[in-house]
């Protein structure tokens, strides 16, 4: 008696289920027509990582010595942490002081997985340098250009959406023949960092003037914490952060004796002592 008012039970609340269009078990009963019904469930379940608490996304290089004292969350001593937020589209991530993004006619919607990072300066020529601004990259890259980030003395603007595995596509570099006559395109796996002004090598050369060095200066460093970050956020060799004149036949951008004396030393002694803060 009892088993058959259970059975009946369990009939009703599959009745209900079914009625609310939630039937559970799709084996129970044998999709007379299989072909014409792809597996309806595999284009609802993207979401990626529901569970995941967000600040602790990108898995840590897992600490060797649990039961000693804790490690120090790396996230969290990064010069410049992420924020992660949930959208529509995933988990996004956020680095620096602002997000705007840019217009949808810059951007090709496709998500990479950034290999290399790539600087350049925008050459804001119209502007003194205490007005270089991320207002003014973010305005200057017209219909073709499109980069992860614009960097000024005052703050960091990211304008192209970030996830914990991947970002947005940008085109911060033309593609273009190489010596060996093959089409090559960096884009496709490049994180691109627009620093507001131009001329950074007269930092070396001596002709830049207070007011210029400063805003050079200052702009480096930001720019150096934040490509510490990412190198560590995407794990990214810190061998391959280029100038663009680099990978940019013809490019010049951002000065070949700052970014060899100046951006790449500082940047590796901060990578060097992020490593050593990781250290327990
Ligand atoms: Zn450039």
Sequence with gaps: MKRT???????????LLFLAGCAPTPNAAPDPN???N???SATNTPLPSPTTPPTKTPPPQTSATPTLAPTPDPLSLLPVPPRFEIADDGQRVYFGDAYKQLPEADIMDEIIVPELIIIHTDGQ???LPRDWST??????LGEWYSVHFAISQYDILQMLPMYPDGVLHGSG??????????W???NNRS???????HNFNALIEGWANPEMTEAIEKTTDKTTDLVVSLLWFYHIDPANVFGHYQVGRGKADPGNLYFEQVFLPQLLEKWESFQKSLQP
């Design 125 to 127: 020529t119209a502007n």
């Design 184 to 186: 090559v395109t960096y």
């Design 191 to 197: 994180i691109h960092i627009e620093m507001s002004g």
């Design 38 to 40: 792809p597996s309806p």
């Design 173 to 182: 570099a033309a593609p273009q023949y190489n010596d060996q006559g093959e």
């Design 34 to 36: 299989p072909s014409l």
């Design 5 to 15: 008012a259970r059975t009946l039970l369990a009939c009703l609340l599959t009745a």
């Design 135 to 140: 207002e003014s990259t973010y305005h200057g």
